[in-house]
């Protein structure tokens, strides 16, 4: 939530509702007196997630083909209060320290009925049924506090800057799985029915502290430099247990554990950038030492790893006649693993389908080359690019499927990925009250993950698009309509479908500007789904799941003392 420092009382105050279920509210208020301005936020939302599925599955036996028609329905209820407060002491107008404290508490409760449909052969030949509901229950008291210092040196953006922060997070799931078997005709199997039990507690600690400086040099050059240290510390225990014949229960076997993950990074960077007559350029290099250890302590199952890499980035731009212009750039990158992607936990929640980490996941590094060329006119700009990225070790979700008909996704690093593309992004204002954004990339991949399976291969062309129009009508209403397309993509398992989605947003400015009105419809036709097929040597399944459906909100916000200019919403 952002601050504004003009001497006195000023703030902002916010009212939300909206369908399904989207009530909130929220204040934001600061009071500048002499060398100190107090600043304190609060925000309290509750709101109901509807999201619903579908999965087809054929597994392959000897001589029997074993069909699975299954639907999933649910509704996530959520209540999360947050409140930040703190303070800014201005030595001067130019040194400033802010100390900050956030504690954000939500709780929220998931129910999921999903029903199983199990065939033989084909879909005329019932072999039985089963219903599975999930019920849980969680908790998550989050707290943050935070040191920022900022020095403004002589001359236009000379900055130091400086930030000590300490996270501390806890999530607690409490989750109980009721699943019921019948046969063909609707008579329930009662001696095969399943009660389980699911906890997991999870715990972070995290440090970071980071300095960063920027001197101007010459007319238009500039130094960035600057340190970085993030220190993490978490813990995830957990426990599966299912009932017995006798009343009491017991562990499910793989299931009951604790995950321990600590990450330690330690970061530089410089980035040294100038500006002649015609040619600009940038140069930058970032270095980084990680030291990742995963374990698992009931199996004493460690997993040290330790590495240093280096990040080089250029870019070269040269200023053509006619307001053209031709860039060059280069770029190595990285992506770390999540934590989710590492910690081997098993979400139960679905019987039939198994989601967990992979502790022996690697970084996916990649290297990019782009040769683009800009054009500027008087309404607008229109720029082309074509760029190529080459991927060692890409991180993506394998799917298995064993005999019974059971499937587990986990994460896998590929051998690589090779891809070529071509963008282009314009803006473009065609009158005064309508301007557009325009983005399309076309691009083939070649995908290798041949270090799992021989045939684990893909090639494929595909592309995307992205428009925002922005309309500014009389009477102080504006339109913002935003839509987006991703065309289906081959991948080494089988195939991503195409999806399409749009938003539109309308704002309004009342009480003689002192207040904003503004409605927003988020996924407008209700089509954002994800739909996949996915193929092994032993089955084929289609997934087609939408996790949030077409949500509406309405907002009213005053400004006190406040331009519109200044203040800023919380998202709630």
Do not use: C
Not at 131 to 150: A, G, H, I, M, V
Not at 246 to 273: R, S
Request: charged share 25%; glycine share 6%; hydrophobic share 30%.
């Amino acid at each position: 939530l952002k601050k504004e420092t003009r001497k006195g009382f000023n703030g902002t105050v916010e009212l939300v509702t909206g369908t399904p279920t989207n009530l909130g509210a929220a204040f934001n208020l600061n009071y500048r007196h002499r060398k100190i301005n107090f600043f304190i936020n609060y925000g309290i939302a509750y709101r109901k997630q509807p999201y619903r599925g579908s999965q087809y599955q054929e597994v392959y036996g000897t001589d029997t083909v074993f069909l699975l028609q299954q639907s999933n329905r649910g509704t996530f209820t959520g209540f999360d209060n947050n409140i930040r407060g703190g303070l800014d002491y201005y030595f001067t107008e130019k040194s400033i320290l802010t100390a900050a404290y956030l504690h954000r508490r939500s709780k929220g409760r998931r129910l999921t009925d999903i029903r199983y449909e199990d065939y033989l052969n084909d879909l005329n030949t019932l072999n039985g049924f089963s219903l599975r509901t999930q019920d849980e229950k969680e908790t998550e008291p989050n707290s943050e506090y935070t040191l920022n210092f900022k020095q403004s040196l002589p001359g236009k953006e000379h900055v130091l800057t400086a930030e000590l922060k300490y996270l501390n997070y806890w999530e607690n799931s409490d989750q109980l799985f009721t699943q019921r078997f019948f046969q063909p005709d609707g008579s329930e199997h009662a001696s095969q029915a399943r009660l389980e039990k699911s906890l997991n507690d999870e715990f972070e600690n995290q440090w970071l502290f980071q300095i960063d400086y920027t001197r101007p040099f010459a007319s238009e050059g500039k130094l960035e430099t600057g340190f970085r240290s993030s220190f993490r510390d978490m813990v995830n225990d957990y426990l599966v247990t299912r009932q017995q014949a006798g009343g009491g229960y017991e562990p499910v076997p793989g299931l009951d554990n604790i995950f321990n993950y600590k990450e330690n990074i330690l970061a530089a960077y410089g980035i040294l950038g100038n500006k002649t007559r015609r040619l600009s350029y940038q140069g930058g290099l970032r270095a980084e030492w990680t030291d990742v250890t995963t374990t698992l302590r009931k199996t004493s199952e460690v997993n040290p790893r330790k590495y240093m890499n280096v990040f080089p980035s250029a870019h070269l731009s040269v200023e053509l006649e006619k307001a053209n212009a031709l860039q060059l750039s280069y770029s190595r990158r990285v992506r770390r693993p999540f934590y989710n992607d590492l910690s081997p936990y098993v979400t139960f929640s679905d019987s039939r389908n198994f989601f967990s980490g992979n502790p022996d996941l690697e970084p996916e590094f990649s290297n990019l080359l782009e040769l683009g060329h800009m054009k500027t006119f008087e309404k607008g700009s229109f720029t082309s690019a074509i760029y190529y990225r080459n991927t060692k070790d890409k991180i993506d979700r394998i799917r298995a499927v064993d005999a019974e008909g059971n499937s587990i996704t986990r994460p896998q690093n590929l051998r690589s990925e090779n891809a070529f593309g071509l963008e282009f992004t314009g803006a473009y204002k065609a009158t005064t009250w309508w301007k557009l954004d325009l983005n399309l990339n076309f691009f083939y991949a070649d995908i290798n993950g041949t270090n799992i399976l021989p045939d684990f291969k893909a090639a494929t062309y595909s592309w995307f698009a992205r428009q925002t129009s922005r309309f500014q009508l009389p009477r102080k209403l504006d339109i913002q309509v935003r839509s987006n397309y991703e065309a289906p993509q081959n991948t080494v398992q089988g195939r991503g479908r195409g999806m399409f989605f749009a938003d539109i947003s309308f704002s309004k400015e009342v009480l003689k500007e002192k207040a904003s009105l503004n409605l927003n419809i988020m996924d407008l036709l209700n089509t954002r789904r994800t739909r996949t097929i996915s193929r092994g040597d032993n089955f084929y399944t289609e997934g087609d799941f939408q996790f949030r459906r077409r949500q509406v909100n309405l907002s009213f916000s005053y400004r006190i003392r406040q331009s519109k200019a200044v203040a800023v919403a919380p998202q709630l």
